[in-house]
Each structure stands twice: as C-alpha cells, then as structure tokens.
C-alpha cells in the first residue's frame, strides 16, 4: 500500500497495533479472540485506486465477492459504485441484500445449478459466464421458458500459465476453468442458434495472486484476437470480462502497480470497442484484514519453540492449503533491540497441517500476548469452516475511530440447533442394546 506508515491501514502508534485509530488490543477486549478486523478504509482506498486506473475506459469494477462477502464489505464497496462478480445462489442473494444493483452483478462458475442459474435470470442481472456447452443448452432452455434473453458471456480458457500456485491457476489447459479457446468460434455459432441466449461476450481469467503482468498481456491480447475474428464471423460481441488476479505483497512479492495493469488492458483491449469488467478481489480487500488470536501456550519441545494460538486452520486456512505466509505481528511493539528467534505457530486443531508457519523469526511472545496476522482481509474468513465444532469468528470493520461489529460470533448452540436426531435415536437406549447384544 503507497501510504506512510501512521496512514497504513495496521500501524504501530504509541507501542500498539491499530487499525485505523482503533488499538486492536480494545476491540479483543471487546469481542474476544479469534477476530478477524477489517478497515474501510483501506477498502475504499484500494477501490479508488483502482477505479482511477481505469479511467477513460468504459469499465466496471465487479467485486469478486468470493473474498469477503460479508454483507458489510460489500456495501463499502457497492456505496462507491461497485458490482459483484458471484459464484453461487448464496453470494447473488447477498450482492442484492447488500444493495449492489442487478445491472451490476455477474454471475461466474464451472458448475451453476439450475435454480441458480433461473435466479441470475429472474433478477435480470447484467451477465451470466457461462463456461461449458452444457451449461449454455440448460441456460437456453431457462430463458426460453421464462421468455427472456440471457446476456452471456463465454468463458475462454486461452492457455496462458499464470505463474501462481498451482491450486489457484485457472487458465491453462487441462484444469477445469472456461472453454477451450481454440473451441470457442464453434460454442459462439452454437449460441447464435439457441433460443433465449445472446453471447455478446468473452471472460477470461487466468488465477489469482499474479504478481506479474506478462500472463495478463498474453491472455488478453489472446481476447482481443478472438474478438476480432467472433466479429469476422458476424457475431456483434461488445463486452469484454478480464476478471480478477492482480496480486498483493504477502511477504517479499512486488506485485504490479494497478496502474500497469490498466496500462496492459489499454494496450491489448483498450481499442476493442468492448466495454469492459473487471473482477478484483484479494487487491481490493486483501490488505485490508487482519486476522487477531491470543497465543494460549508457549511449549517448548524436541529443540522447537511452539506458539499455541486460539485462531486455527479452521479460521484461515490459506497457510494449510497453499503454504501461504501471512505476516504475524505482535499487538504490542516489539522493542527495536527485541532478540528474535524461531518459532513454529499453530492452531489447536489436531492436525499437523494447523500450523500457520514454521521457524518463524519473531521477538518474544508469552501466553495471553495478542499477535495479527496481516493480508487477511481477503479468502480469510470466507473460507472458515467449524471443523472441530469451532464456531465461526467474529469480524469486525473500523473507521477511523469507530467500530462495527459486522458478524457476529457463532455460538456452540446455534451450531448445534442445526442438527437433528433420527426417530430410531428417540427409542430408549437400553432396550435397543440389549437386542444388538443378543447373539
Ligand atoms: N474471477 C474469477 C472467475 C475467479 O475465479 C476469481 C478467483 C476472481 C475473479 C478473483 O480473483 P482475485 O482478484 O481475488 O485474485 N482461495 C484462494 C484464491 C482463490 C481464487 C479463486 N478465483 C486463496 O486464498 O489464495
């Protein structure tokens, strides 16, 4: 983030971690820990950032909710004219209920169910990305039943290595994302004929977390020659879908400066006469978030030092799944001469993988000390499970001074009024055992 250090969004003043100008040791005081801590504005700021890049193009920014769809995030970003980009049924009811006008919504994803799909439909929203001829035929018989004309775009899967961790490389042949693009022309003269599609696009999109911008200028430029020739061939194809990817600094990464983004998209599209849309989301959010835990135990063992949280795998998963490095910063500052040394931090799931890092410098830290992670505004809290009846953690958004809880802890209770017993288990117990037990 370009900000000094007293305006970055987590910053050390007077010996303590803030968000804003909010000492996160108060909020922990307030809501207890785990919490995830928000700040709008770091929000409003990377959206800016990015709006302003785009400037003069005809482009909107579809927030790809899939980072962080809480109702309250997506409305810092819907209020400065944002759209969504949704996945799912749950994130489509959530873009509306957080106010992001159906013109503004797309619908993404490898596999939509028909209802979701007859949900897309009967909110008229702006464009629904569709990625399998499958898909197209069960989206042509909804539209025709409904008598209405589904704005489709087709995903193009156009073979360009992203160069990110292979779990979230989504443009390269032989995963599961987009149609081929190769196919493309062929699944275009397919739309034109079918009842109630109109295809007057292409999305493209490649991964997440690039960090660089070559795989961005092959994959568009790719967009931009199929553009050409679906016009050559008489289809009047006037959007184009870059969607999402641009990167952040988790730890030493130097990812492009959305300005160049925008310079890229100018050189390769700018000229297409397309209007276009955008589907950011960990740039928008990502820097935006901080994870907070207590370190419950310190125990030292077989020559290692390790620093037993109360946040675990089930709260963020990303180190478990990817080996992703978030920054740990302790809530009080460190002395500048504090001794580092080596420290494996794990969670308190029974699984080896709940470890958040290992051999990780970092000064001095005692049970009951509060430590953030950073870079947790985005795929954090969104990717939480209950795994080991864990409830969902609160989260938290600042403004300045102001807080606002934005979710609210998941008690044990409500976790367990979910579930309920089979008849046969309402027979008293005794009697059935001694059948079972009865050779
Ligand atoms: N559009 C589409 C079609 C996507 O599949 C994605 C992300 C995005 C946009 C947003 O990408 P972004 O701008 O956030 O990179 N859970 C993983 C990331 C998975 C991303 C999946 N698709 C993680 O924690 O790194």
Known sequence: MNQGR?????????????????????????????????????????????????????????????????????????????????????????????????????????????????????HRIHQINVESEPELTLLSQLAAARRVTAKVALRVNPDVDARTHAKITTGTKGNKFGIDIDEAPRVYAMARELPGIQAVGAAVHIGSQLTQLPPFRAAFGRVAELVTSLREQGHDINRLDLGGGLGIAYRDERP??????????????????????????????????????????????????????????????????????????????????????????????????DTFATGRSLPPLAAGDLVAFSGAGAYGAVMASTYNSRPLIPEVMVRGEAHAVIRARQSVAALLAQESMPNWLDEPATARHAEVATP
């Open 256 to 353: 492009p400066a959305i300005a160049d983004y925008a310079a890229i998209v100018r050189e390769t599209v700018g000229r297409s006469g397309c209007s276009l849309t955008f589907e950011p989301g960990r740039r928008l959010v990502g820097d935006a978030g901080v994870l907070v835990s207590r370190v419950l135990f310190v125990k030292e063992h077989a020559g290692r030092r390790f620093i037993i949280l109360d946040a675990a795998m089930n709260d963020l998963i990303r180190p478990a799944m990817y080996e992703a490095w978030h920054d740990i910063m302790p809530i009080v500052e460190p002395d500048s001469g504090a001794r580092r040394s080596a420290a494996d931090i794990v969670g308190p799931v029974c699984e080896s993988s």
């Open 6 to 122: 007293d305006q970055a969004p987590f910053h050390y003043q007077a010996g303590e971690l803030h968000a804003e100008r909010r000492p996160l040791a108060d909020l922990a005081a307030l809501v207890g820990t785990p919490f995830y801590c928000y700040s709008s504005t770091a929000i409003e700021g990377a959206y800016r950032e990015f709006e302003a890049a785009l400037a003069g193009l005809d482009a909107t920014i579809c927030f790809a909710m899939k980072a962080n769809s809480n109702l309250a995030v997506v409305k810092t970003l819907a209020r400065l004219g944002a759209g969504a980009d949704v996945v799912s049924g749950g994130e489509l009811q959530r873009a509306l209920a957080a106010g992001v006008p159906p013109a503004k919504i797309v619908f993404s994803g490898v596999g939509k169910s028909s209802e979701e799909l007859a949900a897309a439909l009967d």
